[in-house]
């Protein structure tokens, strides 16, 4: 970096200094030690070559020689030199990327935010354009950019309206109506500001009315033999239709109950599912199937049936978690803590809101308290995967009870070993054991199961600069 003239330096953190929480400055600060949290200035922010940031930037300028996981929002410009890497998205007037720099995400470049010295001029075109967000529902909105454009202009909207559809597989295209289009713009007269060309409906593969003989064709009576192995055939036919109805037929509800008790989860959940599916009414049946998927760690797909059953019984205990659960989203904690607290009194074993509780404690820094309620979870069920989940988190984020946490994470994803929240719990444990490389292989998995969450890349940056740190 001695090659580099950023000005005076105001704040300097050396290699060795590890910090958590939000970093703002004034001026030009150079980080080389480690950092997760938030940068917030409006100054120079300089990640030295052994330097790791684990967090979003916003700073007025940044440049990179070490390790960024986060996205970068630079006010002026962003600058990536040889050996550095970034994972994260960048938003600058203004971009340097250095042979050897990595980097792992979008870019964006705001034209209106680049100094007056480097805009360049955008000349009108005389053609009519397709403006941004003009096509919608089916409709192509023309604006010429010059009166002088004339007919020729007109004669290219055209061509470029019939070359649309057809480039979009839209090949059935009224032809009255594209007909009366293309006269209005080759005419002298004035297009109208919109045209909208309605595809034609696509028809099966099948004669259409006009197509039908005028005339019915008489078909000559079948003999008695073949109107009789006709007869047969429909009846055999019948039976087999009838037999597989039976065969698709949903086991009853208190043997899918004897399935989940055995711990037979997925045969239970497709039973389940077929059951809810013939009577999407039947309330108890949705209840038992948003159990049974939290039960087995597929809690999305739960909360989604829970939803479902809470908005058939506004005044239920589900709904009354539902609640509770809105409440911790929006980081609501006292009301969330009310309301599970509240489902708790009235049933003491009821899982979901234990989890919901813990979940607050956890949010709150009350750690033994959020063990605490999932071991009264699990004292009832003792193969819930969200209790397993979240202690084994709990006691990995601690530092604590390790071998145990990781044999509750495990079998978390007993029944479903692609869960992305419960892998990610899993590499959690074994970073805590210092076990880098299992760490780093199940966080990997989580990120092909969840490509879009960037949290999971911000857990691999932090797995491997341990390794890194450790050889």
């Known amino acids: 970096m001695s090659d580099l003239n950023f000005g005076k330096l105001d704040s300097f953190f050396g290699e060795g200094v590890v910090l958590k929480g939000t970093l703002s400055f004034k001026g030009a600060l150079r980080f080389d030690g480690e950092f997760e949290g938030t940068v917030q200035s409006e100054g120079v922010f300089i990640v030295g070559k052994s330097g790791n940031v684990h967090g979003d930037i916003n700073a007025g300028e940044f440049y990179n020689f070490g390790g960024v996981a986060g996205d970068v929002n630079a006010q002026n410009r962003v600058s990536l030199h040889p050996d550095s890497s970034l994972r994260g998205n960048v938003k600058s007037p203004l971009l340097t990327v250095e042979e050897g720099a990595t980097v792992h995400g979008s870019c964006t470049m705001p034209l209106d935010q680049r100094p007056k010295d480097i805009k360049r001029a955008v000349k009108p075109s005389p053609s009519p354009v397709i403006t941004a967000g003009a096509i919608k529902d089916g409709a192509v909105s023309m604006k010429n950019r010059s009166p002088s454009s004339g007919r020729f202009g007109k004669i290219v909207a055209a061509l470029f309206v019939v070359a649309l559809f057809?480039?979009?597989?839209?090949?059935?295209?009224?032809k009255k109506q594209l007909a009366e289009t293309m006269e209005t713009f080759t005419k002298g007269s004035e297009p109208p500001v919109t045209t909208s060309l309605k595809p034609a409906v696509l028809q099966p593969e099948e004669p259409t009315v006009a197509e039908v003989p005028a005339k019915p064709v008489l078909l000559e009576p079948a003999p008695d033999e073949q109107v009789k192995a006709i007869s047969e055939n429909n009846v055999q036919a019948t039976a087999i239709v009838t037999e597989n109805k039976k065969m698709e037929e949903p086991a009853p509800i208190q043997n899918i109950a004897e399935v989940i008790e055995a711990g037979d989860y997925k045969k239970a959940i497709a039973e389940l599912e077929k059951s809810v599916a013939r009577s999407p009414d039947n309330l108890?049946?949705?209840?038992?199937?948003?159990?049974t998927y939290q039960r087995a760690g597929l809690e999305k797909k739960a909360l989604e049936q829970f939803m479902l059953a809470g908005s058939k019984k506004p005044d239920s205990p589900v709904e009354m978690v539902n609640k509770g659960y809105e409440?911790?989203?929006?980081g609501e904690l006292d009301?969330?803590?009310?309301?599970?607290?509240?489902?708790?009194?009235k049933d003491e074993n009821e899982p979901r809101a234990r989890v919901g509780l813990a979940s607050v404690y956890v949010k709150v820094?009350?750690?033994?308290?959020a063990a605490e309620q999932c071991q009264k979870a699990l004292e009832k069920t003792p193969d819930y995967a969200p209790a397993l989940n979240r202690l084994a988190w709990v006691f990995a984020k601690q530092g604590v009870e390790l071998e145990r946490a990781r044999a509750m994470s495990e079998k978390s994803l007993s029944v479903f070993d692609d869960i992305p929240e419960y892998i990610d719990t899993l590499s959690e444990v074994h970073y805590s054991l210092k076990e880098y490389d299992t760490a780093i292989s199940l966080i990997k998995k989580a990120i092909?199961?969840?490509?879009?969450d960037r949290y999971y890349e911000r857990q691999l940056f932090k797995f491997e600069s341990a390794k890194k740190r450790a050889s």
């Open 448 to 452: 092909t199961l969840a490509p879009d």
């Open 284 to 291: 108890e049946q949705i209840i038992l199937l948003a159990e």
């Open 365 to 369: 820094g009350a750690n033994k308290k």
């Open 166 to 174: 057809i480039a979009t597989g839209l090949a059935f295209v009224d």
């Open 335 to 345: 009301e969330a803590k009310a309301s599970f607290n509240d489902v708790l009194k």
């Open 327 to 330: 409440h911790l989203n929006a």
